[in-house]
């Protein structure tokens, strides 16, 4: 049975819910189940968002994945990848960028931050504004970041891509292109 | 059959369009906006001239989807569960007229209040008006039930409400699509007299709406949605609604096959199903999304009969949303956490937008007021609120919309000097106009600040009614001139507009402040789309 539990972690606003159309749109072009919360509403300004996804070859119940249960954590703001960490099973990894988003008087030492990510097993911390500047779109670091985590989603890169493709095709040719180079620049990343 | 990706509110608002939507009302509050915001946008919308506007609130809203029913065509009105009360003087006097075209109004439940100030359950509504609730489980559910809803509405000439909660409204899954239903034709009511409350003819609406919703629980589209299954176990029976289902189902898997299960997806529920589970089982227990609405039934006053658990005996939490973990607990399950989450992670509120102008105009209050002391700023629904939090501190309600102004008005009937309200343009709208008049009549000294930012912020940036109309609405009221003020809130004017503040807090009359300056998001939304266009 293939089940991939994902969740989506970031801040309102930093664009986690392209991250999560992306993945749908792969996931139905698969033929897979699927189900997509997301948080609407007053958290986008600026507070805690997060989206639970969950991808099976069979029907999946509920909208929410249980505690304990999560494949996957992928966060574009390091200590938002932290306060998933109930979720996250012994197995699944923790793909986050590096950069902070410092928003709130008391945010963390980001040496701190990261220092209690890498007592995680499996986890990867990359630099994704920095690899989306370099590819050229300072604002695709969350393509960069799904890039990092596209081998731990049991779906081929290319289904990845062509939702990429998909998604930004109405903005054009020009936005296709470099959000697609972030996804790739991401995917080098990858240790996989 | 054609398969689709969407929210559990865009199925709903999908499925209204392809069976055959006239007329789609609303006023923006989360998890509901984006039921209207998938009909404006979509092409069937366009194409069938869909009326698709947003109203100045769910009142008016609820209004105007009767009159097209009125009318013979199918509506929809969608609103979030406080709307409802908002809109309960139109939804309960139109279970007494009935309808003429299918009426569907959709209720959005915020259990946890995520977006809201209360966690009421909107199925209370449909008991309270004598109208056939429905409240899927899944979005394919959602989509499938709106057309017989508008089926049951038309055989029974009676509105019908659709309850989803927040996390369907905000989930995504696939749906497969039905053929498209063609729009109705213009046909008056049969009755001319079918719409008119009088007394007389109210009373007669009245005894004959009793004896209909009674007869609903044989309607053969409501029981399809309430399944009574079979299970080997006695020990323990499972009555479960909406979204609970899922979560009831993600933990036990295969093994639901063990449990009896009755799944009540419409109302008013089934008697005889719940008499046949309880009557098979030592002990019940009932899992539902929001308030305890079975369970009390169930129960009753006397809660003499088999052992039941739910919301009521601790068993679930009597407030709060359900999530898997809550409900494993209450099956008896174990429940495995991973980590727990390290403790330097902070709590990251939400926070005004960096460049909003409310929060120029909330510190040029802030400084205002200062001479006055703390407690006398009155506020209402929307991003403002945040002023509640630090580092504002700023605002001593939030109640419902319009309250700032109609407290601000009590309160400086009771001596409260000076007394002022905060509202936002389009809450104003919404519900603010009428107290201003109030104020207005007998010359109160309040001082109501309107925060313009001329969008809908809060729910993401929709049409506000207020914009380009607030001046004028504020004298038609008939708020003096010389004490209308407009402020631009940036920090350059900061001086000047604590002064402005200032001179009105002293004048003892009505006073209006317009602080005026559009949203950030919806400007950089706005810039981009010109780029994009040029």
């Known amino acids: 049975m293939m089940k991939n539990d994902i969740i989506l972690a970031g801040v309102g606003g930093q664009g986690i819910l392209s991250i999560a159309a992306a993945i749908g749109l792969a996931a139905v072009a698969n033929d897979l189940f699927l189900k997509q919360s997301e948080v609407h509403g007053m958290s986008q300004r600026g507070g805690d968002v997060q989206s639970h996804l969950r991808l099976s070859d069979k029907p999946v119940s509920s909208d929410l994945i249980p505690y304990g249960k999560a494949d996957l954590i992928i966060s574009v703001e390091p200590m938002e990848s932290l306060r998933y960490l109930p979720w996250l099973s012994d197995k699944g990894w923790l793909v986050t960028n590096s950069n902070p988003f410092i928003n709130i008087p008391d945010y963390p030492s980001l040496d701190e931050i990261l220092k209690e990510i890498k007592k995680i097993k499996n986890h990867i911390i990359i630099d994704a504004d920095g690899i989306a500047k370099e590819a050229g779109s300072a604002r695709s670091g969350n393509m960069v970041i799904l890039g990092t985590a596209s081998p731990y989603i049991d779906m081929s890169f290319e289904s990845l891509e062509n939702a990429i493709r998909k998604l930004f095709g109405r903005k054009g040719n020009q936005m296709v292109e470099t959000n697609l180079k972030a996804l790739r620049a991401g995917r080098e990343c990858s240790v996989k | 059959m054609k398969r689709v990706l969407l929210l559990g509110d865009e199925a709903i608002a999908q499925a209204a369009l392809d069976a055959g939507l006239s007329g789609m009302y609303a006023y923006p509050g989360t998890p509901s906006t984006e039921i209207m915001e998938f009909i404006q946008s979509s092409k069937v919308g366009s194409d069938r001239n869909v009326h698709r506007e947003w109203s100045s609130n769910e009142k008016t809203a609820m209004e105007a989807a009767l009159g097209m029913s009125y009318a013979g065509k199918r509506a929809m009105v969608a609103m979030k569960h406080v709307g409802l009360n908002v809109a309960a003087d139109g939804f309960i006097n139109s279970a007494i007229t009935g309808v003429n075209g299918g009426l569907i109004i959709v209720s959005a439940d915020d259990p946890s209040m995520h977006s809201s100030q209360n966690e009421q359950d909107s199925r209370f509504y449909g008991k309270f008006a004598f109208v056939p609730c429905f409240e899927p489980s899944n979005q394919q559910e959602a989509y499938d039930m709106v057309f017989d809803a508008f089926e049951v509405s038309e055989k029974y000439m009676m509105p019908v409400l659709v309850r989803i909660t927040t996390r369907l409204a905000h989930s995504r899954a696939s749906i497969n699509l039905r053929a498209t239903l063609p729009q109705k034709k213009l046909s008056l009511p049969v009755d001319p007299l079918?719409?008119?409350?009088?007394?007389?003819?109210?009373?007669?609406?009245y005894k004959s709406l009793l004896s209909a919703y009674e007869s609903l629980r044989y309607e053969s589209l409501i029981t399809k949605y309430n399944n009574f299954k079979d299970g080997s176990k006695r020990d323990l029976g499972i009555i479960t609604c909406g979204i609970?289902?899922?979560y009831f189902l993600e933990n036990v898997g295969e093994s639901i096959s063990d449990f009896p299960v009755l799944k009540i997806s419409a109302y008013p529920f089934p008697k005889e199903l719940i008499k046949d589970i309880t009557g098979r089982c030592k002990e019940i227990l009932i899992l539902e999304e929001g308030a305890p609405v079975i369970e009390e039934a169930i129960r009753g006053i006397l809660d003499d009969g088999i052992k039941i658990r739910g919301?009521?005996?601790g068993t679930v939490p009597r407030d709060g949303e359900?999530?898997?973990?809550?409900?494993?607990?209450?099956?008896?399950?174990?429940?495995?956490?991973g980590k727990a989450v390290p403790s330097l992670v902070k709590m990251r509120p939400p926070s005004f937008c960096i460049g909003c102008g409310h929060a120029d105009m909330f510190n040029s209050l802030t400084e205002a007021i200062k001479p006055y002391g703390s407690g006398h700023v009155f506020s209402d629904i929307g991003c403002y609120t945040l002023a509640a939090l630090p580092p504002f501190n700023a605002i001593n309600s939030c109640v419902d919309m319009g309250a700032s102004v109609t407290m601000a008005i009590g309160a400086s009937d009771a001596g409260l000097f000076p007394s002022i309200?905060?509202?936002?343009?389009?809450?104003?709208?919404?519900?603010?106009?009428t107290g201003l008049l109030?104020?207005?009549?007998?010359?109160?000294?309040?001082?109501?600040?309107?925060?313009d930012n001329s969008t809908t912020g809060m729910t993401g940036g929709q049409k506000s009614q207020a914009t380009g109309r607030i001046e004028q609405i504020c004298e038609g009221i008939g708020v003096k001139r010389e004490h209308l003020r407009v402020i631009v809130p940036l920090r350059k004017n900061h001086a000047e507009n604590v002064c402005i503040l200032k001179e009105e807090f002293e004048y003892r009359g009505v006073s209006v402040v317009i602080a005026s300056r559009e949203c950030i998001q919806t400007a950089t939304k706005r810039k981009r789309s010109e780029n994009s266009n040029e």
Not at chain 2, 194 to 205: D, E, G, M, T
Not at chain 2, 327 to 333: N, P, R
Not at chain 2, 440 to 450: A, D, Q
């Open chain 2, 194 to 205: 079918q719409f008119v409350l009088l007394p007389a003819i109210a009373r007669k609406k």
């Open chain 2, 244 to 246: 609970a289902y899922n």
């Open chain 2, 311 to 313: 919301r009521l005996d």
């Open chain 2, 322 to 337: 359900l999530n898997p973990a809550i409900v494993a607990k209450a099956i008896g399950l174990p429940v495995s956490y």
């Open chain 2, 421 to 433: 309200a905060v509202i936002g343009d389009s809450t104003f709208t919404h519900s603010g106009m």
């Open chain 2, 438 to 451: 109030d104020a207005v009549v007998k010359n109160s000294p309040v001082t109501i600040i309107i925060s």
